[in-house]
């Protein structure tokens, strides 16, 4: 069901996940597609995540957002008191409001700046109570790559800990999400939430508005219509259905880019997860007296397809 509507008042409204913004034209959603697209959230009872681009907005749209209850995704230039997801353009400064104790940083990365810069991160985790560590290349992860991602997660697993010594517990997505969670918490996008895009259309996401103008999936007006709507389910993704990696964000995006099925990750997305998932493991046995009563079984495999067809358990 339906639960969220994320709504990119501009065509160079910040990303803040796997996929890359190259618009740069200003292109403000109508005002009228912006009203008919609150409008359609109240009838459904979707809560809305408004995604602000670099620079001011008009007047008129501000008394418009503020007519309905929200939530703000914005870019650090622009990050305001009461932002609850700021995507950080740099790693060894965070404007004030970032710091707040409801906000979740977003820090994208290609692979080699993760890689380059995993030492300003983890400064970072040393100022901000959370920080989601999103990969933009995830897709070219080779097996060189996954040795240093394992070496990147080793450095971070190290700060946190350094930060739990001294009586602060921020979050990291990719390391203590796992510890957290006891089910999947994938991004969900088709099923959970959709999107409105700047030409007033709805799209699975704010990643295939900008891969297609032409993959719409409705409008405020008409409603949703999804093809092969189940197919956005976890119950209809046979490996993922069963796996543990819970922090995973299951993106049918990159799972559409890999594999050409939204319900199929590719083999570089669940090995990083795994990874992910593991060093969560080892760090919670680490730091088990902050977490009483959380366990993370030990298993024999980086990629449930491998793990399905070796007959391991799984
Ligand atoms: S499907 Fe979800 S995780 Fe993937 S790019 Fe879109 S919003 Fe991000």
């Known amino acids: 069901m339906l639960q969220y ?15 890359e913004n190259t618009k740069t034209t200003r292109n403000l ?15 459904q009872n979707l809560m809305i995540q408004f995604v602000y681009p670099d620079g001011e907005l008009p007047e008129e749209y501000h008394a418009v957002i503020e007519s309905i209850d929200h939530h703000r995704v914005m870019p650090a230039s622009q990050a305001v008191d009461g932002a609850e997801v700021i995507v950080l353009d740099r790693w060894d400064q965070a404007p004030e409001a970032a710091a707040a104790p409801h906000v979740a940083c977003v820090a994208r990365a290609d692979k080699s700046r993760l890689f380059r ?15 989601n560590v999103v ?17 990147i997660l080793s450095r971070l697993a190290d700060a946190l800990t350094g930060q739990y010594a001294q009586g602060r517990f921020p979050q990291l ?34 990643a295939f508005y900008h891969e297609d103008d032409l993959d719409a999936i409705g409008n405020p007006v008409e409603g949703v219509a999804i093809r092969n709507r189940q197919l956005y389910r976890i119950d209809y993704a046979p490996l993922c259905r069963r796996c543990d990696a819970y922090q995973c964000r299951r993106c049918v995006w990159l799972n559409r ?10 083999h570089e997305q669940c090995v990083m997860a795994h990874l992910e998932r593991n060093k969560s493991r080892e ?13 993370i079984a030990e298993i024999r ?6 793990a399905s067809t070796e007959r391991l358990d799984f």
């Open 5 to 19: 509507l994320v709504i990119l008042l501009d065509d160079t409204s910040v990303s803040y996940c796997h996929y």
């Open 29 to 43: 959603i109508g005002l009228d597609d912006l009203k008919a697209g609150i409008f359609f959230a109240m009838k």
């Open 117 to 131: 810069d995993v030492e300003k991160l983890a400064a970072l985790l040393g100022k901000l109570n959370r920080i």
């Open 135 to 151: 990969l933009t290349d995830a897709d070219t992860f080779t097996d060189t790559d996954f040795d240093a991602y394992k070496q």
């Open 173 to 206: 997505n990719i390391l203590t999400d796992r510890v957290l969670l006891d089910r999947m918490n994938n991004c969900n996008a088709g099923v959970e939430n959709i999107t409105l895009a700047p030409n007033g259309k709805f799209y699975i996401c704010p």
């Open 257 to 266: 880019k890999t594999t050409l099925e939204v319900n199929t990750p590719s």
């Open 283 to 295: 760090w919670l046995n680490e730091t088990a007296a902050y977490f009483p009563g959380r366990e």
């Open 301 to 306: 495999y980086l990629d449930p397809f491998d």
